[in-house]
Protein backbone atom coordinates (compact mmCIF):
# COMPACT_ATOMS: atom_id res chain seq x y z
CA UNK A 1 0.00 0.00 0.00
CA UNK A 2 2.54 2.44 -1.09
CA UNK A 3 -0.36 4.13 -3.38
CA UNK A 4 0.00 7.55 -1.67
CA UNK A 5 3.58 7.63 -1.48
CA UNK A 6 4.00 6.70 -5.10
CA UNK A 7 1.39 9.32 -6.19
CA UNK A 8 3.26 12.47 -4.12
CA UNK A 9 6.57 10.75 -5.07
CA UNK A 10 5.39 11.29 -8.61
CA UNK A 11 3.88 14.97 -7.98
CA UNK A 12 5.49 17.18 -10.56
CA UNK A 13 7.35 19.88 -8.68
CA UNK A 14 5.48 22.89 -9.68
CA UNK A 15 2.06 21.76 -7.79
CA UNK A 16 4.60 21.31 -4.73
CA UNK A 17 3.12 24.78 -3.76
CA UNK A 18 0.17 26.33 -1.56
CA UNK A 19 -3.16 24.82 -2.93
CA UNK A 20 -5.85 27.06 -4.13
CA UNK A 21 -9.27 27.07 -2.57
CA UNK A 22 -12.26 27.24 -4.86
CA UNK A 23 -14.79 28.48 -3.38
CA UNK A 24 -15.39 31.61 -1.90
CA UNK A 25 -13.62 32.60 1.43
CA UNK A 26 -14.92 34.15 4.17
CA UNK A 27 -13.53 37.48 5.82
CA UNK A 28 -11.54 36.87 8.48
CA UNK A 29 -11.97 37.37 12.36
CA UNK A 30 -16.20 36.99 11.57
CA UNK A 31 -16.59 33.23 12.54
CA UNK A 32 -16.51 32.62 16.48
CA UNK A 33 -13.70 30.34 17.68
CA UNK A 34 -15.08 26.91 18.09
CA UNK A 35 -13.89 25.20 21.43
CA UNK A 36 -13.95 21.34 21.11
CA UNK A 37 -16.42 19.36 22.78
CA UNK A 38 -14.79 17.51 26.24
CA UNK A 39 -15.35 13.63 25.53
CA UNK A 40 -17.51 12.03 28.68
CA UNK A 41 -16.32 8.69 29.99
CA UNK A 42 -18.56 5.61 30.24
CA UNK A 43 -17.20 4.84 32.92
CA UNK A 44 -15.04 5.71 35.73
CA UNK A 45 -14.37 3.00 38.46
CA UNK A 46 -11.84 0.97 39.02
CA UNK A 47 -9.50 4.19 39.19
CA UNK A 48 -9.95 3.75 35.27
CA UNK A 49 -11.41 6.57 32.69
CA UNK A 50 -13.48 4.50 30.07
CA UNK A 51 -13.61 6.28 26.72
CA UNK A 52 -15.61 5.13 23.48
CA UNK A 53 -15.14 7.20 20.12
CA UNK A 54 -16.44 5.89 16.79
CA UNK A 55 -14.35 7.05 13.87
CA UNK A 56 -16.65 8.33 11.01
CA UNK A 57 -17.44 10.07 7.77
CA UNK A 58 -19.75 13.21 8.25
CA UNK A 59 -20.37 16.30 6.51
CA UNK A 60 -19.74 19.98 8.34
CA UNK A 61 -19.59 23.55 7.29
CA UNK A 62 -16.26 24.62 8.15
CA UNK A 63 -16.83 27.89 5.76
CA UNK A 64 -19.90 29.34 5.82
CA UNK A 65 -22.32 28.23 3.11
CA UNK A 66 -19.80 25.54 2.28
CA UNK A 67 -20.36 21.80 3.18
CA UNK A 68 -17.29 19.82 3.69
CA UNK A 69 -16.97 16.05 3.49
CA UNK A 70 -14.87 14.94 6.85
CA UNK A 71 -13.37 11.86 8.67
CA UNK A 72 -13.94 12.29 12.42
CA UNK A 73 -13.20 10.77 15.85
CA UNK A 74 -16.92 11.12 17.27
CA UNK A 75 -18.52 13.83 14.30
CA UNK A 76 -16.30 16.48 14.67
CA UNK A 77 -12.98 18.13 14.00
CA UNK A 78 -10.90 18.68 15.93
CA UNK A 79 -12.09 14.91 17.77
CA UNK A 80 -13.32 15.25 21.20
CA UNK A 81 -10.95 16.60 23.89
CA UNK A 82 -10.14 13.72 26.20
CA UNK A 83 -9.44 15.65 29.75
CA UNK A 84 -6.51 13.12 31.65
CA UNK A 85 -5.02 13.24 35.55
CA UNK A 86 -1.54 12.14 35.95
CA UNK A 87 -1.63 8.77 37.14
CA UNK A 88 -5.00 7.89 36.11
CA UNK A 89 -4.90 5.19 33.26
CA UNK A 90 -7.44 6.13 30.42
CA UNK A 91 -8.75 3.29 27.69
CA UNK A 92 -10.51 4.42 25.03
CA UNK A 93 -12.73 1.95 22.72
CA UNK A 94 -12.31 3.21 18.92
CA UNK A 95 -14.67 1.38 16.56
CA UNK A 96 -13.97 2.36 12.95
CA UNK A 97 -17.00 3.24 10.55
CA UNK A 98 -14.66 4.78 8.05
CA UNK A 99 -14.32 3.36 5.04
CA UNK A 100 -10.59 2.56 5.39
CA UNK A 101 -8.70 1.29 8.48
CA UNK A 102 -7.21 3.01 11.03
CA UNK A 103 -4.68 3.58 13.45
CA UNK A 104 -4.44 5.54 16.64
CA UNK A 105 -1.53 7.56 18.22
CA UNK A 106 -1.79 9.52 21.37
CA UNK A 107 0.76 11.60 20.58
CA UNK A 108 3.05 12.88 23.55
CA UNK A 109 1.77 9.99 25.15
CA UNK A 110 4.33 7.71 27.50
CA UNK A 111 2.37 4.47 26.21
CA UNK A 112 2.98 1.04 26.44
CA UNK A 113 4.16 -0.16 22.73
CA UNK A 114 1.09 -2.45 22.54
CA UNK A 115 -1.07 0.90 22.50
CA UNK A 116 1.26 3.19 20.65
CA UNK A 117 -0.37 2.70 17.17
CA UNK A 118 2.22 0.79 15.46
CA UNK A 119 1.55 2.37 11.86
CA UNK A 120 0.31 -1.58 10.53
CA UNK A 121 -1.74 -2.52 13.74
CA UNK A 122 -5.34 -1.92 11.90
CA UNK A 123 -8.42 -1.40 13.02
CA UNK A 124 -10.92 -2.33 10.31
CA UNK A 125 -13.59 -0.76 9.21
CA UNK A 126 -16.79 -2.02 10.75
CA UNK A 127 -18.45 -4.29 7.91
CA UNK A 128 -15.04 -5.81 7.11
CA UNK A 129 -15.57 -9.22 8.62
CA UNK A 130 -13.34 -11.40 5.52
CA UNK A 131 -11.41 -8.93 5.03
CA UNK A 132 -10.21 -9.39 8.36
CA UNK A 133 -10.26 -13.03 8.40
CA UNK A 134 -7.92 -12.31 5.02
CA UNK A 135 -5.73 -10.10 6.14
CA UNK A 136 -5.50 -12.89 8.75
CA UNK A 137 -4.41 -15.91 6.74
CA UNK A 138 -7.76 -17.49 7.35
CA UNK A 139 -7.56 -18.02 11.05
CA UNK A 140 -8.55 -14.80 12.51
CA UNK A 141 -12.31 -14.08 13.35
CA UNK A 142 -13.65 -10.82 14.44
CA UNK A 143 -10.44 -9.36 15.86
CA UNK A 144 -6.97 -10.08 15.55
CA UNK A 145 -4.54 -11.48 18.31
CA UNK A 146 -3.23 -8.77 20.39
CA UNK A 147 0.48 -9.95 20.11
CA UNK A 148 0.12 -11.39 16.27
CA UNK A 149 2.31 -8.71 15.09
CA UNK A 150 5.04 -9.18 17.74
CA UNK A 151 6.01 -12.48 16.08
CA UNK A 152 6.40 -11.79 12.64
CA UNK A 153 7.09 -8.06 12.42
CA UNK A 154 5.56 -7.86 8.83
CA UNK A 155 1.80 -9.05 10.10
CA UNK A 156 -0.09 -6.55 9.87
CA UNK A 157 -2.49 -7.02 12.63
CA UNK A 158 -5.94 -5.99 12.60
CA UNK A 159 -9.32 -5.62 14.48
CA UNK A 160 -12.40 -4.41 14.22
CA UNK A 161 -12.38 -2.38 17.39
CA UNK A 162 -9.43 -1.38 19.73
CA UNK A 163 -8.98 -0.83 22.93
CA UNK A 164 -6.08 2.21 23.63
CA UNK A 165 -4.31 2.02 27.15
CA UNK A 166 -3.13 5.07 28.39
CA UNK A 167 -1.39 4.71 32.02
CA UNK A 168 -1.16 8.68 32.12
CA UNK A 169 1.73 8.34 33.90
CA UNK A 170 3.57 11.40 32.60
CA UNK A 171 3.75 15.21 32.81
CA UNK A 172 1.23 17.52 32.58
CA UNK A 173 0.95 18.56 28.97
CA UNK A 174 -0.96 18.56 25.74
CA UNK A 175 -0.93 15.62 23.96
CA UNK A 176 -3.02 15.05 20.57
CA UNK A 177 -3.85 12.05 18.85
CA UNK A 178 -4.47 11.10 15.10
CA UNK A 179 -4.10 8.70 12.89
CA UNK A 180 -1.07 6.83 11.99
CA UNK A 181 -1.68 4.24 9.18
CA UNK A 182 1.06 2.97 7.34
CA UNK A 183 1.54 5.43 3.93
CA UNK A 184 -1.76 7.19 4.59
CA UNK A 185 -1.39 9.06 7.87
CA UNK A 186 -1.03 12.79 5.94
CA UNK A 187 -4.39 12.54 4.24
CA UNK A 188 -6.07 10.63 6.94
CA UNK A 189 -4.97 14.04 9.28
CA UNK A 190 -5.65 16.78 6.40
CA UNK A 191 -9.30 14.69 6.50
CA UNK A 192 -10.00 15.49 10.15
CA UNK A 193 -9.07 12.80 11.86
CA UNK A 194 -7.14 14.68 15.02
CA UNK A 195 -7.86 15.47 18.28
CA UNK A 196 -7.02 16.96 22.16
CA UNK A 197 -5.93 15.17 25.39
CA UNK A 198 -4.55 17.15 28.21
CA UNK A 199 -2.78 15.72 31.06
CA UNK A 200 -3.15 17.90 34.18
CA UNK A 201 -1.92 17.73 38.26
CA UNK A 202 -1.93 18.44 41.32
CA UNK A 203 1.44 20.72 40.92
CA UNK A 204 -0.14 22.30 37.68
CA UNK A 205 -3.51 23.18 39.63
CA UNK A 206 -1.44 25.25 42.40
CA UNK A 207 0.50 27.13 40.30
CA UNK A 208 -2.92 29.55 39.59
CA UNK A 209 -2.43 30.04 35.64
CA UNK A 210 -5.01 31.42 33.80
CA UNK A 211 -7.59 28.21 33.68
CA UNK A 212 -11.46 27.55 32.70
CA UNK A 213 -12.87 29.95 29.91
CA UNK A 214 -9.14 31.62 30.48
CA UNK A 215 -7.63 28.60 28.87
CA UNK A 216 -8.31 28.09 25.40
CA UNK A 217 -6.46 25.23 23.45
CA UNK A 218 -5.71 26.22 19.62
CA UNK A 219 -5.30 23.78 16.96
CA UNK A 220 -3.75 25.52 14.20
CA UNK A 221 -4.27 23.85 10.30
CA UNK A 222 -4.44 24.67 6.99
CA UNK A 223 -6.65 23.27 4.21
CA UNK A 224 -7.75 23.70 0.92
CA UNK A 225 -10.97 23.38 -0.29
CA UNK A 226 -12.67 22.30 -3.74
CA UNK A 227 -15.56 23.98 -5.83
CA UNK A 228 -17.66 20.76 -4.37
CA UNK A 229 -16.84 21.54 -0.85
CA UNK A 230 -14.56 18.75 -0.03
CA UNK A 231 -10.92 19.06 0.89
CA UNK A 232 -8.33 19.23 -1.55
CA UNK A 233 -5.51 16.88 -1.18
CA UNK A 234 -3.25 15.83 -4.01
CA UNK A 235 -2.88 12.33 -3.47
CA UNK A 236 -6.77 11.54 -3.42
CA UNK A 237 -6.75 13.37 -7.35
CA UNK A 238 -6.36 9.25 -8.95
CA UNK A 239 -4.96 10.60 -12.41
CA UNK A 240 -2.09 10.90 -10.23
CA UNK A 241 -1.85 7.53 -9.16
CA UNK A 242 -0.45 5.89 -12.78
CA UNK A 243 0.41 9.70 -13.92
CA UNK A 244 4.16 8.13 -16.02
CA UNK A 245 7.02 9.81 -15.69
CA UNK A 246 6.51 12.83 -13.14
CA UNK A 247 9.69 12.27 -11.11
CA UNK A 248 10.05 15.40 -8.96
CA UNK A 249 9.92 15.35 -5.60
CA UNK A 250 6.79 16.81 -3.43
CA UNK A 251 9.01 18.86 -1.47
CA UNK A 252 7.02 21.16 0.60
CA UNK A 253 4.52 18.68 1.83
CA UNK A 254 0.89 19.87 1.58
CA UNK A 255 -0.45 23.29 1.90
CA UNK A 256 -3.42 24.83 1.85
CA UNK A 257 -4.77 28.37 1.73
CA UNK A 258 -7.23 28.77 4.33
CA UNK A 259 -6.16 28.64 8.30
CA UNK A 260 -8.41 27.03 10.74
CA UNK A 261 -8.16 27.07 14.22
CA UNK A 262 -10.41 24.60 15.83
CA UNK A 263 -11.83 23.95 13.26
CA UNK A 264 -12.84 27.58 12.17
CA UNK A 265 -11.27 29.89 9.41
CA UNK A 266 -9.76 32.83 10.68
CA UNK A 267 -12.02 32.92 14.10
CA UNK A 268 -12.41 35.53 16.68
CA UNK A 269 -12.35 34.72 20.06
CA UNK A 270 -13.50 37.18 23.13
CA UNK A 271 -11.89 37.89 25.42
CA UNK A 272 -11.48 39.70 28.69
CA UNK A 273 -8.65 42.46 29.54
CA UNK A 274 -7.20 39.55 31.48
CA UNK A 275 -4.17 36.53 31.25
CA UNK A 276 -5.21 34.20 29.30
CA UNK A 277 -2.85 30.65 29.10
CA UNK A 278 -3.08 29.56 25.19
CA UNK A 279 -2.10 26.19 24.53
CA UNK A 280 -1.21 25.99 20.77
CA UNK A 281 -0.95 22.86 18.55
CA UNK A 282 0.85 22.96 15.31
CA UNK A 283 -1.39 19.97 13.34
CA UNK A 284 -1.11 21.29 9.96
CA UNK A 285 0.83 18.33 7.57
CA UNK A 286 3.80 20.85 6.08
CA UNK A 287 3.22 24.56 7.24
CA UNK A 288 5.36 25.84 9.88
CA UNK A 289 3.97 29.07 11.64
CA UNK A 290 5.83 31.88 13.00
CA UNK A 291 3.18 33.59 15.74
CA UNK A 292 3.04 36.96 16.86
CA UNK A 293 0.12 38.92 18.62
CA UNK A 294 -0.29 41.98 17.83
CA UNK A 295 -2.52 45.09 18.74
CA UNK A 296 -5.19 47.22 16.71
CA UNK A 297 -2.62 50.00 17.06
CA UNK A 298 0.29 48.10 15.94
CA UNK A 299 1.68 47.28 19.73
CA UNK A 300 2.95 43.16 19.75
CA UNK A 301 2.30 41.87 22.74
CA UNK A 302 4.35 39.44 24.44
CA UNK A 303 3.75 35.68 24.31
CA UNK A 304 5.03 34.42 27.72
CA UNK A 305 5.74 30.66 27.39
CA UNK A 306 5.24 28.52 30.14
CA UNK A 307 5.26 25.01 28.61
CA UNK A 308 6.63 23.17 25.71
CA UNK A 309 5.77 19.75 24.30
CA UNK A 310 6.05 17.55 26.86
CA UNK A 311 5.02 20.08 29.68
CA UNK A 312 5.54 22.83 31.69
CA UNK A 313 9.23 24.51 31.79
CA UNK A 314 11.14 25.01 34.97
CA UNK A 315 10.65 28.88 34.24
CA UNK A 316 8.82 31.01 31.99
CA UNK A 317 10.76 32.63 29.11
CA UNK A 318 9.55 35.54 26.68
CA UNK A 319 9.24 35.95 23.33
CA UNK A 320 8.37 38.76 20.85
CA UNK A 321 7.37 35.78 18.42
CA UNK A 322 7.42 32.24 18.36
CA UNK A 323 8.31 29.39 15.57
CA UNK A 324 5.49 26.29 15.42
CA UNK A 325 6.52 23.48 13.36
CA UNK A 326 3.90 20.74 12.45
CA UNK A 327 3.13 18.65 15.54
CA UNK A 328 4.68 21.21 18.06
CA UNK A 329 2.94 22.44 20.86
CA UNK A 330 3.10 25.47 22.96
CA UNK A 331 1.82 26.44 26.01
CA UNK A 332 1.67 30.32 26.02
CA UNK A 333 0.28 33.38 28.60
CA UNK A 334 -0.88 36.64 27.04
CA UNK A 335 -1.70 39.26 28.85
CA UNK A 336 -4.62 41.48 27.55
CA UNK A 337 -5.14 43.67 30.40
CA UNK A 338 -3.64 47.09 28.41
CA UNK A 339 -5.89 46.43 25.69
CA UNK A 340 -8.74 48.76 25.35
CA UNK A 341 -12.39 47.11 25.52
CA UNK A 342 -12.93 46.99 22.09
CA UNK A 343 -9.60 46.96 20.59
CA UNK A 344 -8.67 43.86 18.61
CA UNK A 345 -5.66 41.41 18.92
CA UNK A 346 -4.31 39.56 15.95
CA UNK A 347 -2.69 36.36 16.24
CA UNK A 348 -0.45 37.03 12.72
CA UNK A 349 2.13 34.23 11.03
CA UNK A 350 5.08 36.00 10.20
CA UNK A 351 5.90 33.06 7.71
CA UNK A 352 2.29 33.40 5.69
CA UNK A 353 1.89 35.53 2.43
CA UNK A 354 -1.80 37.04 1.66
CA UNK A 355 -4.75 35.18 3.68
CA UNK A 356 -2.56 32.45 5.23
CA UNK A 357 -0.72 35.95 7.29
CA UNK A 358 -3.59 35.82 9.42
CA UNK A 359 -4.80 33.03 12.06
CA UNK A 360 -7.33 34.36 14.30
CA UNK A 361 -8.06 37.70 16.63
CA UNK A 362 -9.35 37.93 20.11
CA UNK A 363 -11.69 40.94 20.85
CA UNK A 364 -11.20 42.46 23.97
CA UNK A 365 -14.72 42.60 25.69
CA UNK A 366 -14.82 43.80 28.95
CA UNK A 367 -12.38 44.43 31.99
CA UNK A 368 -12.25 41.95 34.38
CA UNK A 369 -10.53 41.06 37.70
CA UNK A 370 -7.80 38.73 37.11
CA UNK A 371 -6.00 36.75 39.81
CA UNK A 372 -4.11 34.26 38.24
CA UNK A 373 -0.23 34.29 38.26
CA UNK A 374 2.64 33.29 36.32
CA UNK A 375 5.01 31.89 39.17
CA UNK A 376 8.52 32.41 38.64
CA UNK A 377 9.41 28.71 38.89
CA UNK A 378 6.88 26.87 36.75
CA UNK A 379 8.53 23.42 37.60
CA UNK A 380 11.47 21.44 38.95
CA UNK A 381 10.95 17.93 37.56
CA UNK A 382 12.83 18.73 34.54
CA UNK A 383 15.32 16.04 33.37
CA UNK A 384 18.85 17.83 33.61
CA UNK A 385 20.58 14.57 31.37
CA UNK A 386 24.49 16.28 30.90
CA UNK A 387 26.44 14.98 28.49
CA UNK A 388 28.73 12.43 30.60
CA UNK A 389 25.22 10.82 30.96
CA UNK A 390 24.93 9.39 27.66
CA UNK A 391 25.87 5.70 26.89
CA UNK A 392 26.29 6.47 23.11
CA UNK A 393 25.69 9.37 20.19
CA UNK A 394 24.27 8.45 17.37
CA UNK A 395 24.22 10.70 13.85
CA UNK A 396 21.11 10.10 11.82
CA UNK A 397 19.96 12.14 8.80
CA UNK A 398 16.72 13.20 7.36
CA UNK A 399 17.42 13.87 3.70
CA UNK A 400 15.47 13.00 0.70
CA UNK A 401 16.96 9.95 -1.97
CA UNK A 402 15.23 7.36 -3.92
CA UNK A 403 12.33 5.33 -3.12
CA UNK A 404 10.50 2.95 -5.20
CA UNK A 405 11.48 4.67 -8.40
CA UNK A 406 10.75 7.69 -7.52
CA UNK A 407 11.64 10.28 -4.99
CA UNK A 408 11.02 9.57 -1.61
CA UNK A 409 12.32 11.03 2.12
CA UNK A 410 14.91 8.70 3.79
CA UNK A 411 16.45 8.84 6.96
CA UNK A 412 19.81 7.48 6.81
CA UNK A 413 19.43 7.04 3.25
CA UNK A 414 16.64 4.35 3.88
CA UNK A 415 12.71 4.12 3.35
CA UNK A 416 10.50 3.35 6.11
CA UNK A 417 10.47 -0.59 6.24
CA UNK A 418 8.24 -1.92 9.51
CA UNK A 419 10.36 -5.52 9.09
CA UNK A 420 13.59 -3.49 9.47
CA UNK A 421 15.13 -2.12 13.15
CA UNK A 422 17.06 0.54 13.13
CA UNK A 423 17.99 1.95 16.14
CA UNK A 424 18.39 -0.64 19.30
CA UNK A 425 18.79 0.72 22.48
CA UNK A 426 18.50 -0.14 26.03
CA UNK A 427 15.82 0.14 29.08
CA UNK A 428 17.15 3.24 30.80
CA UNK A 429 19.65 4.30 28.22
CA UNK A 430 20.88 7.62 28.15
CA UNK A 431 21.72 8.79 24.41
CA UNK A 432 22.87 11.73 22.80
CA UNK A 433 21.24 11.90 18.72
CA UNK A 434 22.66 14.22 16.31
CA UNK A 435 20.22 14.78 13.67
CA UNK A 436 20.76 16.41 10.89
CA UNK A 437 18.23 17.76 7.47
CA UNK A 438 18.88 18.81 4.10
CA UNK A 439 15.34 20.73 4.45
CA UNK A 440 13.11 21.53 7.13
CA UNK A 441 12.11 18.41 8.95
CA UNK A 442 10.13 18.50 12.19
CA UNK A 443 11.28 15.33 13.82
CA UNK A 444 9.76 13.54 16.37
CA UNK A 445 10.70 10.64 18.84
CA UNK A 446 7.25 8.51 20.24
CA UNK A 447 7.56 7.21 23.95
CA UNK A 448 10.14 9.38 25.22
CA UNK A 449 10.60 13.45 25.82
CA UNK A 450 14.15 15.03 25.37
CA UNK A 451 15.39 18.07 25.44
CA UNK A 452 17.46 20.12 22.90
CA UNK A 453 21.52 20.45 23.73
CA UNK A 454 22.64 22.34 20.82
CA UNK A 455 21.43 23.91 17.48
CA UNK A 456 23.67 24.25 14.36
CA UNK A 457 26.53 23.68 16.97
CA UNK A 458 25.14 26.40 18.97
CA UNK A 459 23.42 26.79 22.09
CA UNK A 460 19.32 26.01 21.86
CA UNK A 461 17.45 28.81 20.92
CA UNK A 462 14.79 30.18 23.16
CA UNK A 463 12.23 28.00 21.82
CA UNK A 464 13.94 24.74 22.37
CA UNK A 465 13.28 25.53 25.97
CA UNK A 466 12.10 22.49 27.82
CA UNK A 467 10.84 19.20 27.69
CA UNK A 468 9.88 18.33 24.14
CA UNK A 469 8.96 15.28 21.68
CA UNK A 470 9.18 17.44 18.28
CA UNK A 471 11.82 19.51 17.52
CA UNK A 472 12.55 21.41 14.19
CA UNK A 473 15.46 20.73 12.27
CA UNK A 474 15.38 23.72 9.82
CA UNK A 475 17.34 23.49 6.69
CA UNK A 476 20.85 22.21 6.41
CA UNK A 477 20.95 22.48 10.76
CA UNK A 478 22.37 20.31 12.80
CA UNK A 479 20.70 19.41 16.22
CA UNK A 480 21.69 17.57 19.37
CA UNK A 481 19.07 15.94 21.12
CA UNK A 482 19.16 13.88 24.47
CA UNK A 483 17.12 11.71 25.94
CA UNK A 484 16.91 8.70 28.51
CA UNK A 485 14.81 5.71 26.86
CA UNK A 486 12.68 4.87 29.83
CA UNK A 487 9.09 3.62 30.10
CA UNK A 488 8.90 0.64 28.73
CA UNK A 489 10.14 -2.06 26.09
CA UNK A 490 9.14 -2.57 22.71
CA UNK A 491 8.77 -1.66 19.37
CA UNK A 492 8.52 3.09 18.82
CA UNK A 493 9.05 4.74 16.00
CA UNK A 494 10.81 7.96 15.09
CA UNK A 495 9.80 10.16 12.13
CA UNK A 496 9.71 13.93 10.59
CA UNK A 497 6.44 15.55 11.23
CA UNK A 498 6.14 16.48 7.92
CA UNK A 499 3.30 14.68 7.12
CA UNK A 500 3.89 13.99 3.68
CA UNK A 501 7.16 13.03 4.23
CA UNK A 502 6.12 10.69 6.85
CA UNK A 503 4.25 8.86 4.81
CA UNK A 504 6.82 9.28 2.09
CA UNK A 505 9.11 7.10 3.57
CA UNK A 506 10.73 9.31 6.58
CA UNK A 507 10.16 7.08 9.31
CA UNK A 508 11.75 4.64 11.18
CA UNK A 509 11.73 1.86 13.72
CA UNK A 510 13.04 2.03 17.57
CA UNK A 511 13.43 -0.92 19.97
CA UNK A 512 13.34 -0.46 23.23
CA UNK A 513 15.28 -3.60 24.78
CU1 LIG B 1 2.18 12.75 15.91
CU2 LIG B 1 4.25 9.31 15.09
O1 LIG B 1 3.21 11.00 15.51
CU1 LIG C 1 10.42 16.09 6.70
Same mark, same amino acid.
Given at each position: ?????????????????????? /????????????L?????P &??????????????R????E????????????????P????????????? &???????????? &????G??????? $?? !???????????????????????? %???????????????????? @???????????????? %??????????????????????? #???????????????L???????????????????? #????????????? !???????????????????????A??????????????? !???????? $???????????????????????P??????????? /??????????G?? /?????????? @????????R????????S? /??????? #?????????????????????????? %??W??????? $??? @??????????????????????P????????????????????????????????????????? @????????????? %?????????????????
Open positions: GLTTARALARRPASTGAELRSE /VPLPPPFQVPLPPPVLK &VSATGGIDRYEMTQATTAILPGVKTPLWTYEGTFGPTIEARRGRPVT &VTHRNKLPVPAV &VHLHGRTPAAS $DG !YPTDLILPDGWPDAARRAQGGHGG %HGGHAMSGMHDPRAVVTRLT @RDYTFPMDQRSALLWY %HDHRMDFTAPAIWRGLAGLQIVR #DDDEDALGLPAGRREPLMITDRAFAADGTLTYPAL #DPDLREQPGVQEP !YLAGVLGDVILVNGAPWPVHEVDARYRLRVLNASNARH !YELEAVTG $DGRRLDLVQIGADQGLLAAPVTHRLPIAPAERYD /VVIDFSDVPVGR /VTLVNRLGSG @RTRDVMAFVARKAADDR /VPRVLAN #DLPAWRRSDAARVRDISFRAGRMHGG %HGLIDGKPF $DPA @RTDVTTRLGDVEIWRLVADVHHVHLHLVGFRVLSRGGRPPLAHDAGLKDTVSLRPGESVEIIT @RFDGYRGRYLFHC %HNAEHEDMGMMANLEII
